[in-house]
Structure formats: structure tokens, C-alpha cells
């Protein structure tokens, strides 16, 4: 008997929305309403910690996430079909990990990023799971890179261990892309090399039952 | 395209060795030799591992030869059982892509009789640790992992624990090796049974033979 065991590992889903396409358009839309000269953009990239504010569709990149404000996609009713067509799908992943309870949507937001733009290293706690869609993206956009979380585990881990795993993840996003982790896994992304938008619609789960073992 | 992909594992190898009676038969016989030497320094374990006693006695909380001067690696009567169980390792670093140099760094033999058990600990700052049990009588303590994401898991609420942090437990039987990460914390059960759990524990690193362990 010998068996290799990948143990302790952070499940993540990874998965092409039915439809993206046309999923995509009517998001569009709506993002030209939630973003018109109006509205308040929080600026993205090295000012992202800074929690400014401009109605400008600003060149470091903008989003309508606000915590001090109820400004949340999933309460915005022109979403609802868009928090509705992934809600089978989020079931399914939770059941293909042995949880069939009750789960519901925290918050939501969208986030453009243009030319240069990027996400610093953050994650999302205490929230229980996190959760990126591309609405629209294009090669070189600026791929999300998700780090170990076995961070004091591997404080001092030498580079002649790094064979055994402790990488970061990196995934390439693509049109109608879906992406669930758990909210504890620290992600950022590479800046957009391209001359055209990265946009995304970010959102949070908490799941409500107890588990069963 | 709808995939579930098992980010950032932790890899371990569990596995029975070959010729494990013969193996356990000669180690049995070398460990009571190294045990019934009256010179022999044994440090305690169970409750009393954190405070080093260390004395000729076969303490009653158990007791191994890991002290600042006994290392079975440089003993040539535990020569054969590492050259056997070298195969064994490098094959499962070839299966992980790593085709490298390696080597032990250190080794030790434990004994855990009835009511005996290892606390919480890592083996931090080597790289990979092994346990090898020599004799293992049923419910003498399984060993148990614990999830290395310790800062990420720190605020997780039970309604989330079916996402897989969780400890991870193995059952010891004679002639079965687990080789872990070294980070990676563990302890075991106390043993249940009558007779002596017996273990043969060790680190190893990778590269070449240049890594001096303290005092060894």
C-alpha cells in the first residue's frame, strides 16, 4: 500500500456561466446605469486602501463598493437576474462538497478596470465565501493570482521546498467565467495590459447551517 | 466548463513498507538494546515533552533517545532500516516532480506505553518528517494532523467547517510510514492498549548533506 494524500486543500469552483453571453449584455447595460456621470466611483489600484471617491470614470479603475452605504448589487433589483442564474450553480458546488444547507448572497459589486489597473493583495474576511464574474475581459486583461494561506506554516520555508506545492494560484480569466473561493484565501490581480476594460462583479456568500459533521 | 479545483494541498505519503515483519523484527531487538542500555539517555514524554527530563530511566509517560547527542542516523545498527525505506522515499518525491538530492538530517526511536501520547508540535525548521511504527497494537493512538492554515481559519465559524478545515487523523498499523511536510502540526491519541506503542520518527532535507542540526 502507498497512497499520496493531498491533504488540507482550499476548494475553489472555476466554471463557464450557461449563457455568459447574453448574461453578459444585459449586465453591461445595467454597469452603464450603476456608473453614469452621476454615481460615486471609489478608485482602484495603489489607491484602493485610500477609499477615495470621485464621480470621474477614474484611469486607476472605479467600482460602486461602498460598506458604508447600501449600494450592494444583490439588493438592486435590475441584478436579480444575474444573482439568480448562478444561484443553481453555487448550489451545486456547495453539494459536491457535502453541503446541502441553506446559503445566501451578503453583497455585490462592480469593479472596471482599465489599462494598468490592478487589485492589491486583500481577501475577504470574515465573509465565508468570495466570488469574481467576468463580464467582459480580453487577453493580457490581468490574470487573479490566489496565495497559499498556510502563512505561518510556511514563514520560513526555504525556495528548495516550493516543488512540494506552496505556489500561488494563478487563473486567466475568460468571458462568462465564474470564480468561488473561500473569503479567507488572500488573491490580488496582475495589472491590465490591454487597451480594453477588465470588468467584474464581485460578491460575497455566508452559508447559514450547521454542518453536519 | 464547471471544475472544483483542490488548491494549495498538503502532500503526504502513507504507505506499508516491504518486508515490514522482518524490518520490525530487527528494529524491535536493535531499540530494546538501545533502551535496556543503562547509558542510554531517554528524554520523557506525554506531559512531560515540553520539559526535557532527561535520564537513564524507561520513564512511565514514555520515552525516546531524542536528546542533544543520539541520533540513529550516525548508529550503523539502524543503517539497514534507512537504506530500506530510501527507495521508498524518493519515489515519492519523483511522483511530486522532485528528482533532487536529499538526505536525513536526524532520526530517533520512541516508545509510548499504555496511557502515553505526543502534545501538539511541528518540526519546523527542517523540511520533510516521517514516522515509521515498528509495532503499532490496535488502539495504541492514532496520530493527528492539524489544518496549517492557521491564520486563514482563525475566525471561520462552525457553518463553514464542511469546506474541509479540519484535522486529519491516521490510524497506525506495524511496517506503515507517513511522510508529511515538517510544518505541519500533529499529536497523537493516547495509547489505549497494554502493549508499548514503538516509533521510529526522523527529518529529512532536501539538497545536498550541508545542513548541520544543532549539536549533532
Known amino acids: 500500500m502507498k497512497t499520496i494524500r493531498p491533504l488540507f486543500a482550499v476548494p475553489t469552483l472555476e466554471a463557464i456561466v450557461d449563457n455568459y453571453e447574453e448574461i453578459n449584455q444585459k449586465l453591461l447595460k445595467e454597469l452603464d446605469t450603476i456608473f453614469d456621470k452621476e454615481s460615486n466611483k471609489r478608485i482602484l489600484s495603489h489607491k484602493w486602501n485610500e477609499y477615495q471617491w470621485t464621480k470621474e470614470k477614474h484611469s486607476l479603475g472605479y467600482t460602486n463598493f461602498d460598506p458604508t452605504k447600501p449600494t450592494s448589487l444583490t439588493d438592486n433589483h435590475n441584478f436579480n437576474f444575474f444573482f439568480d442564474h448562478l444561484s443553481q450553480l453555487i448550489t451545486e458546488f456547495f453539494a459536491q462538497l457535502d453541503y446541502c444547507g441553506e446559503w445566501n448572497y451578503v453583497n455585490g459589486w462592480a469593479s472596471v478596470y482599465p489599462k494598468g489597473a490592478w487589485v492589491p493583495l486583500h481577501d475577504h474576511r470574515p465573509l465565508h465565501w468570495s466570488a469574481a464574474y467576468y463580464v467582459k475581459t480580453h487577453k493580457d486583461c490581468g490574470n487573479i493570482i490566489f496565495t497559499d494561506p498556510k502563512e505561518y506554516?510556511?514563514?520560513?520555508?526555504?525556495?528548495?521546498?516550493?516543488?512540494?506545492?506552496?505556489?500561488?494560484?494563478?487563473?486567466?480569466?475568460?468571458?462568462?467565467?465564474?470564480?468561488?473561493?473561500?473569503?479567507?484565501?488572500?488573491?490580488?490581480?496582475?495589472?491590465?495590459?490591454?487597451?480594453?476594460?477588465?470588468?467584474?462583479?464581485?460578491?460575497?456568500?455566508?452559508?447559514?447551517?450547521?454542518?453536519?459533521? | 466548463m464547471k471544475k472544483i479545483i483542490q488548491t494549495f494541498p498538503t502532500v503526504m505519503l502513507e504507505a506499508i513498507i516491504d518486508n515490514e515483519e522482518e524490518i520490525n523484527t530487527k528494529l524491535c531487538y536493535e531499540i530494546k538494546n538501545l533502551f535496556n542500555n543503562k547509558n542510554t539517555q531517554k528524554r520523557a514524554l506525554s506531559q512531560q515533552w515540553e520539559d526535557f527530563v532527561v535520564s537513564t530511566d524507561n520513564h512511565s509517560t514514555g520515552y525516546s533517545n531524542f536528546t542533544t547527542d543520539s541520533?540513529?542516523?550516525?548508529?550503523?545498527?539502524?543503517?539497514?532500516?534507512?537504506?530500506?525505506?530510501?527507495?521508498?522515499?524518493?519515489?515519492?518525491?519523483?511522483?511530486?516532480?522532485?528528482?533532487?538530492?536529499?538526505?536525513?538530517?536526524?532520526?530517533?526511536?520512541?516508545?509510548?506505553?499504555?496511557?502515553?501520547?505526543?502534545?501538539?508540535?511541528?518540526?519546523?525548521?527542517?523540511?520533510?518528517?516521517?514516522?515509521?511504527?515498528?509495532?503499532?497494537?490496535?488502539?495504541?493512538?492514532?496520530?493527528?494532523?492539524?489544518?496549517?492554515?492557521?491564520?486563514?481559519?482563525?475566525?471561520?465559524?462552525?457553518?463553514?467547517?464542511?469546506?474541509?478545515?479540519?484535522k486529519q487523523k491516521f490510524n497506525p498499523t506495524n511496517g506503515k510510514l507517513i511522510l508529511f511536510p515538517s510544518y505541519i502540526k500533529h499529536e497523537t491519541m493516547p495509547n489505549l492498549s497494554e502493549e508499548d506503542r514503538i516509533i521510529i520518527s526522523f527529518n529529512i532535507n532536501t539538497g545536498k548533506e550541508n545542513y548541520k542540526f544543532p549539536n549533532l
Open chain 1, 153 to 213: 506554516a510556511l514563514s520560513n520555508e526555504p525556495e528548495n521546498t516550493r516543488w512540494r506545492g506552496n505556489v500561488m494560484h494563478s487563473v486567466e480569466p475568460t468571458d462568462g467565467m465564474l470564480l468561488i473561493f473561500p473569503s479567507y484565501l488572500k488573491h490580488e490581480t496582475l495589472p491590465n495590459a490591454v487597451d480594453e476594460d477588465r470588468i467584474i462583479i464581485s460578491f460575497n456568500i455566508q452559508t447559514t447551517t450547521s454542518p453536519s459533521r
Open chain 2, 71 to 166: 541520533n540513529l542516523i550516525k548508529n550503523d545498527k539502524f543503517l539497514f532500516f534507512y537504506e530500506h525505506i530510501n527507495p521508498l522515499i524518493s519515489d515519492f518525491f519523483a511522483q511530486l516532480d522532485y528528482y533532487g538530492e536529499w538526505h536525513f538530517v536526524n532520526s530517533w526511536a520512541a516508545v509510548y506505553p499504555k496511557g502515553a501520547w505526543v502534545p501538539l508540535h511541528d518540526h519546523k525548521i527542517m523540511e520533510w518528517s516521517g514516522v515509521y511504527y515498528v509495532s503499532a497494537p490496535k488502539d495504541c493512538g492514532d496520530i493527528v494532523f492539524t489544518d496549517p492554515k492557521e491564520y486563514a481559519l482563525a475566525a471561520e465559524p462552525p457553518s463553514t467547517r464542511w469546506r474541509g478545515n479540519y
